[in-house]
């Protein structure tokens, strides 16, 4: 019986900086209203005509680094995006060949925020299942150019980056480095509470229907808010039993940086030292499915990461989705 052991992380940030004195120009909001409400304070957007895979490419090769391995060494490429470089082939395709993994099989995960969680525990069965070895999970997305700039409603939350972690398969060991535990769940019929309507299958994009609303995110927010917080404490809550483990003993929590007063709140109900929560939201605000990965190589960068510490990560997001996993690092 294989496991699933984590030996590489990586994390790429565009340098642009966008504060959020920058956004009360385009849209009609406050730097005092954001940082109050969201805990942001600036974000990441890239170059125009850059796409997720640009971003992943830098945070694969630091993450393959860390790892000791080759591109040539992947076997698979995970890559969790809601905003691929173009809606075909996927982002881990193109990942694939700008990077060199010629061996490596390629596909994308569509699971909104929740996206990276999801693909880890894709990368953790894949990796069990003794049919692969070395797994590049990306988490990357570009959400500046989805942006409706004069939608404050938006705006002021999501922006671009990637992260990247490389997972290999090790022999089972109860005690050693491993993804422990992994736990997802979904609300379809709640769908429409963040969604992006058009632009797919259903209704096509038209020089008709592209006028100023027709790329527009549809966010109800204050809805999302309180299902966040009720789902980040029972999923959490879901891989502790299943490991058998509290909260006392997490060393790290790494939950999807969406607002700081949602993993504030969270983490009061779940009794969790704020000491040990993960926060880059300040600085990168809401990465969507990079925001973990983002967020764990900070941390690990910062020295907060040490072997054997016990990782909750959690997401919850668009589809609505929500998941949780625990790492022994
Ligand atoms: N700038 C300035 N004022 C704003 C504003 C903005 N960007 N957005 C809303 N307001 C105003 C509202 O009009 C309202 O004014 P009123 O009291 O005079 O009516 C007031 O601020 C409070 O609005 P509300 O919508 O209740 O704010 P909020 O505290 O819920 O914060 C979000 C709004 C979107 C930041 C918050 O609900 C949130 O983060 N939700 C979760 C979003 C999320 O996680 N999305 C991605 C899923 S991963």
Redesign the pocket.
């Known amino acids: 019986m294989k496991q699933a052991r984590v030996i590489g992380i990586g994390s790429h940030l565009p340098k642009n900086i966008l504060t959020n004195k920058d956004i009360e120009e385009k849209?009609?909001?406050?730097d005092e209203?954001?940082q109050k409400?969201?805990g942001i304070k600036s974000r990441h957007i890239i170059e125009p005509g850059q796409g997720s895979s640009d971003l992943a490419l830098p945070a694969a090769q630091e993450a393959l680094e860390m790892a000791g391995i080759t591109p040539e060494e992947v076997d698979i490429i995970v890559f969790c995006t809601i905003t691929p470089d173009q809606l075909a082939p996927g982002s881990a395709s193109i990942l694939q060949g700008k990077l060199g993994a010629t061996n490596a099989a390629a596909f994308d995960v569509n699971a909104?925020?929740s996206g990276f969680v999801n693909g880890l525990a894709v990368a953790d069965s894949l990796i069990c299942s003794g049919k692969y070895n070395n797994v590049l999970l990306i988490g990357a997305e570009v959400q500046s150019n989805r942006m409706l700039w004069h939608n404050?409603?938006t705006?002021?939350?999501f922006a671009d980056g990637a992260g990247a972690m490389v997972l290999t398969a090790s022999d089972s060991d109860e005690d050693s480095s491993q993804v422990m535990t992994t736990h997802l769940g979904s609300d379809g019929s709640s769908y429409e509470i963040?969604h992006l309507p058009r632009g797919g299958s259903r209704e096509i994009f038209t020089m008709d229907n592209f006028d100023k609303d027709g790329y527009k995110i549809h966010?109800n927010?204050?809805e999302?808010?309180k299902r966040?917080v009720v789902k980040f404490v029972s999923v959490c809550q879901e891989a502790l039993d299943a490991t058998g483990l509290t909260m006392d003993d997490v060393d790290l929590f790494v939950p999807?940086q969406?607002?700081k007063?949602?993993i504030e709140a969270a983490g009061q109900r779940m009794g969790i030292d704020p000491e040990k929560v993960a926060l880059t939201i300040e600085y990168t605000g809401?990465t969507?499915a990079a925001s973990i990965p983002i967020a764990l190589d900070h941390a690990y960068k910062d020295g907060r990461v040490k072997k054997g510490d016990i990782i909750l990560v959690a997401a919850?997001?668009?589809g609505l989705t929500w998941a949780s996993a625990i790492i022994r690092w």
């Open positions: 849209c009609d909001t406050t209203w954001i409400r969201t909104a925020c404050r409603d705006a002021i939350l963040l966010m927010g204050t999302l808010f966040a999807h969406a607002n007063r949602i809401n969507t919850f997001g668009a």
